[in-house]
């Protein structure tokens, strides 16, 4: 059965490359990827020999413990993409759950970045280990600490197929992946704050926490070598066995349940229907109020940005070395409004095929241009009090609460100045959103570079736009915040005719670009 799966994952490896070039260069990379890592891995880990004999093994159980979570997070974020993740493409095959578990193992291991963790792991062993001993200890280590973030991969991602293929699961999904992203800038936060300021009690207070964990508890034994290495050794094989075993259960439970997934949910008229402008500005208003309620894709860059802005708002109010004044509450603010405005670099993306009823219906540049209006407007009213939020919050911390109008002032203007940007990108740079499950895929194949470049060049657009209205503000000048919002609005309509001018006369071209197969 595990031979059959190895085979089965690897001729479909072999089916997703044939005949896609693009497909073909992405494998490629990410082969290469996977052996940079392996090797990196292998040499970087192997230098904790010249460490002193404690700060090795902490690093160890650190480093340990941050694979795991990197193989129980990683598949979570690709599930809908890798077909190997979902239990219930293997439901019609006449096969017991336990079975359907050790093939599932099988294809796990199958791969580039398994063996990059088992080449890192290797390095560790020689990193770590003090004498034979520790050294015939590791091997074994070795083999439970892979099997260990395999099987806790699995488990995870099994128990939760079900939720990750319903809108809600995807959503909470993306939280998540922010939350671990943010998490990942503590230590960073903590040492600009003062605490725990010699890297060495930081690393120490780490190791204190992840001491008894299975993944530190190996690489403790390989430190160790003796006789309460061996124990620990079989403590963390203890563990594998009973994950091993609720991942049986769990995924016996999952394929014998309904899929949630398929149920039909409630068509609900919006609450603010009633207070939009009548015509087709309301309509695209309250369309894209909805894009951004139902949207994952959306929702984790609005997200992403509210935490970025509150990372550095934190790190700047923290590091006495760093930028003063107004800046403070400012540069977290326009920040969050950079991000925010960003999404907009592709308008029609999200439409997809359906973008051929605005073909039909728009017979003007104006009506295009109304479209964009009306984008742009369902934006700034969902970001107008995240805005004001982070505003408010940055002046507050920064200790300065009269710093929080200019900061609001000069992110909403910067919003438009980003909004007006947008839309000429999306008409010049469009791109197709794949029809995925997954919350972090953002464009289809063969147009990562469009999707890149769009990107790109909408942030430095905005960037130069901004500059000659922002950076005063930013160096202490809060008087000219009062005209940022009025330059932003004026860039914002003429980006709008701007664009609606070149898409008009490419309606075709764009109806093709968002329509590709993903």
């Known amino acids: 059965m595990a031979w059959l799966f190895v085979r089965l994952k690897l001729r479909l490896i072999a089916g997703n490359l044939r005949g896609d070039a693009m497909r073909q260069v992405g494998f490629i990379l990410t082969l290469i990827g996977a052996a940079t890592a392996a090797c990196g891995g292998l040499a970087l880990t192997g230098l904790l020999r010249l460490a002193p004999?404690?700060?090795?093994?902490?690093?160890?159980?650190?480093?340990?413990?941050?694979l795991a979570l990197m193989w129980v997070v990683g598949p979570l974020l690709v599930f809908g993409v890798d077909e190997t993740l979902d239990p219930a493409r293997l439901a019609l095959f006449p096969l017991t759950a336990r079975q359907?578990?050790?093939?599932?193992f099988a294809a796990s291991v199958t791969g580039p970045w398994p063996l990059a963790t088992l080449f890192t792991l290797l390095g560790a062993v020689v990193g770590l280990a003090r004498g034979v001993s520790g050294v015939?200890?590791?091997?074994?280590?070795?083999?439970?600490?892979?099997?260990?973030?395999?099987?806790?991969?699995?488990?995870?991602?099994?128990?939760?197929?079900?939720?990750l293929r319903t809108r809600r699961g995807r959503d909470l999904l993306a939280v998540g992946a922010v939350f671990v992203i943010l998490l990942t800038q503590v230590p960073n936060l903590l040492l600009n704050r003062g605490i725990g300021a010699a890297p060495r009690e930081l690393l120490a207070s780490l190791a204190g926490v992840?001491?008894?964990g299975p993944p530190a508890m190996a690489a403790h034994a390989i430190a160790d070598g003796s006789l309460a290495g061996l124990a620990e050794i079989a403590a963390v094989g203890v563990v594998v066995l009973v994950l091993a075993v609720v991942w049986i259960a769990v995924l016996r439970r999952t394929m014998a349940g309904s899929d949630s997934s398929t149920e039909v949910g409630s068509v609900r008229r919006s609450r603010f229907d009633g207070l939009l402008p009548a015509g087709p500005l309301g309509a695209v208003v309250s369309k894209e109020l909805k894009y951004l309620r139902r949207e994952p894709r959306g929702r984790m860059g609005w997200m992403a940005a509210v935490g970025i802005s509150a990372v550095l708002m934190f790190s700047l109010s923290g590091d006495s070395n760093s930028m003063a004044g107004p800046a403070l509450a400012v540069a977290p603010a326009c920040i969050g409004a950079l991000m925010i405005g960003l999404q907009g670099a592709n308008a029609f993306g999200i439409d997809g095929r359906?973008?051929?009823?605005?073909?039909?219906?728009?017979?003007?540049?104006?009506?295009?241009?109304?479209?964009?209006?009306g984008r742009q407007l369902a934006v700034s009213l969902a970001a107008a009090p995240l805005l004001a939020v982070l505003s408010i919050a940055g002046a507050v911390i920064a200790g300065r609460p009269v710093w929080a109008l200019p900061a609001l002032l000069a992110s909403l203007g910067l919003l438009q100045i980003a909004l007006g940007v947008g839309a000429v990108t999306s008409v010049v740079l469009p791109y197709t959103y794949p029809e995925r499950l997954n919350a972090f895929t953002s464009a289809a194949p063969g147009q990562g570079g469009v999707a890149f470049a769009g990107s790109f060049g909408a942030m430095l657009g905005t960037s130069a736009l901004s500059a000659p209205v922002v950076v005063p503000v930013l160096f202490g000048l809060t008087w000219v915040s009062l005209l940022v919002v009025p330059y932003g609005l004026a860039v914002g309509l003429g980006g709008r005719r701007l664009a609606a001018t070149i898409g008009y006369a490419r309606f075709p071209e764009l109806l093709a670009a968002v329509s590709r197969p993903s």
Do not use: E
Request: hydrophobic share 60%; with cysteine; glycine share 4%.
């Open 100 to 104: 359907m578990a050790t093939g599932m």
């Open 53 to 66: 004999p404690d700060i090795a093994t902490d690093v160890g159980m650190v480093l340990f413990t941050l």
């Open 136 to 163: 015939l200890i590791g091997l074994v280590a070795v083999v439970l600490q892979l099997a260990f973030c395999l099987v806790a991969s699995r488990a995870v991602t099994t128990a939760l197929s079900r939720v």
């Open 210 to 212: 992840v001491r008894w």
């Open 354 to 373: 359906a973008m051929w009823m605005n073909l039909i219906v728009y017979s003007s540049p104006r009506d295009l241009r109304t479209d964009f209006a």
